[in-house]
């Protein structure tokens, strides 16, 4: 599928809202880094067609990766962003590690074309653990 000419959205919020959209929607406790909201799927699929879908990231734990990994704000915040929009056109680290592999693979490219240094976002990857 082509992905050009879309839209999405892009959310900041603190972790008090974040753990409100992760209990709500996933029905988890608690604060996580990034959520997506694919608009192509489920029952409005069709009423915004050029909608990509919803990129949440909690910039307070965003700040706390930066922090604690050494790694610019800026580059997590690409990070996030790039796996955000990659849950959107359907990847999902969740589902096997097949398919976690491929989309940490997608990821390291999709920030090597941004600037960022592979290496330099091991810590994030499963792979790498």
């Known amino acids: 599928m082509e992905y050009t000419d879309v839209e ?4 900041f919020v603190d972790d008090e809202e974040m753990a409100d959209f992760n209990l709500r929607f996933r029905g988890i406790e608690g604060p996580t880094d990034v959520l ?3 608009m192509w799927e489920g029952d409005f699929a069709d009423v915004c067609t050029d909608m990509l879908g919803d990129v949440v990231i909690s910039a307070p734990t965003a700040d706390l990766m930066s922090r604690e990994h050494g790694v610019p704000l800026a580059a997590v915040l690409d990070l ?3 796996h955000g929009i990659l849950h959107l056109v359907g990847y999902d680290h969740e589902t096997g590690e097949d398919e ?7 990821t390291l490219e999709l920030l090597a074309m941004m600037g960022h240094a592979p290496e330099s976002m091991a ?3 499963r792979s790498e653990e």
Not at 8 to 11: A, F, N, R, V
């Open 80 to 82: 996030l962003l790039v």
């Open 36 to 38: 997506s909201f694919p």
């Open 123 to 125: 810590w994030y990857l």
């Open 8 to 11: 999405l959205s892009l959310l």
């Open 100 to 106: 976690a592999r491929l989309m940490e693979e997608k």
